[in-house]
C-alpha cells in the first residue's frame, strides 16, 4: 500500500532559527497537504499543494512540491514559540483517473522551541 | 458553522467492556475518516465512509472493531470487549471535496482501558 515518510521524528531548535521537515512518498501523489497539531490538540489543515514544483508561502512558513509529485517540504523561517507543535504531511492519491478521498499521513514531526 | 464535533472528549471503560464514539461531520460534508493516534505517534488510518456506506476499512482491525455512518445520525466507531491496547486518542475527520479542501479534524476521543 501507498506509504508515506516523514522526517526527522523531533526538531529541536532555539528560538529564531529555521526548521525544515520532509515528506516523501511511495506512490505519485494527486496532491499533498500539511497539518500542525498543538500538544493535546487536534490536527488543523495548513495548505494544500497539486502542481508539480509548486511553492506557497505563509507568512515565516514555506512549502514546497516536487516535480515528480512524490516528495515534499514545509520550511519555517525564524521560529517562534508559537511554532511548537507536530507538523504532519499527509497523501492524497490518485485512483482510477480520480481522486481517492483517504489520506495517508506521515509520521509526523515533533518541533519544539527552545526561547 | 460547527466544525466537526467528537463526543465524548474523554472515555474511560473497564477491559472487556463496549466503546461507542460518536462523529457528527461539518455541515454539507460527506466524507468521515477515523483515525487512531497513540501518544507521539502518527495518525493511523482506519476507516473512510460516506452516508449508509464504507469506502474504505483497510486500517480496522478484522474483530471487535466497527464503524457506520448512517443515513440519519453521527457516525460511530465501535470497540467491543476493549483491551488495554485500545487505549489512544482516536480522531474523526470530515472533508467536501478533497481535491479542493483538506480535512476537518474533530478535538478527538481520548480512550483510557483501566
Redesign the interface.
Known amino acids: 500500500?501507498q506509504q508515506v515518510m516523514?522526517i526527522p521524528q523531533y526538531q529541536h531548535v532555539q528560538e529564531g532559527e529555521d526548521f525544515t521537515t520532509y515528506c516523501n512518498s511511495s506512490t505519485t501523489l494527486?496532491?499533498i497537504?500539511w497539518?500542525k497539531q498543538r500538544p493535546g490538540?487536534?490536527?488543523?489543515?495548513l495548505i494544500?499543494l497539486?502542481k508539480s514544483g509548486e511553492v506557497k508561502k505563509q507568512k515565516r512558513l514555506t512549502f514546497q512540491f516536487g516535480e515528480a509529485k512524490k516528495n515534499s517540504s514545509l520550511h519555517i523561517t525564524a521560529t517562534q514559540t508559537t511554532d511548537v507543535g507536530t507538523y504532519?504531511c499527509?497523501g492524497?492519491r490518485k485512483a482510477g483517473g480520480t481522486?481517492y478521498?483517504?489520506?495517508?499521513?506521515?509520521?509526523?514531526t515533533?518541533l519544539t522551541v527552545h526561547p | 458553522n460547527a466544525g466537526v464535533m467528537q463526543n465524548p472528549r474523554h472515555l474511560v471503560r473497564r477491559r472487556g467492556q463496549e466503546a461507542r464514539l460518536r462523529c457528527s461531520p461539518m455541515k454539507g460534508h460527506s466524507h468521515v475518516y477515523w483515525y487512531r493516534q497513540l501518544p507521539e505517534e502518527g495518525l493511523k488510518f482506519m476507516v473512510y465512509l460516506q452516508k449508509e456506506n464504507i469506502i474504505d476499512e483497510s486500517g480496522m482491525p478484522k474483530e471487535r472493531f466497527s464503524a457506520e455512518f448512517p443515513k440519519e445520525g453521527p457516525s460511530i466507531l465501535r470497540i467491543q470487549q476493549v483491551v488495554r491496547g485500545d487505549s489512544a486518542a482516536y480522531f474523526c475527520a470530515s472533508s467536501g471535496d478533497i481535491t479542493n479542501y483538506g480535512y476537518t479534524f474533530g478535538s478527538g476521543t481520548r480512550l483510557t482501558v483501566v
Do not use: D, E, R
Open positions: 500500500g516523514q494527486s496532491n497537504q497539518y490538540g487536534h490536527p488543523v489543515f494544500q497539486v504532519f499527509a492524497l481522486s478521498g483517504k489520506l495517508t499521513f506521515g509520521q509526523g515533533i
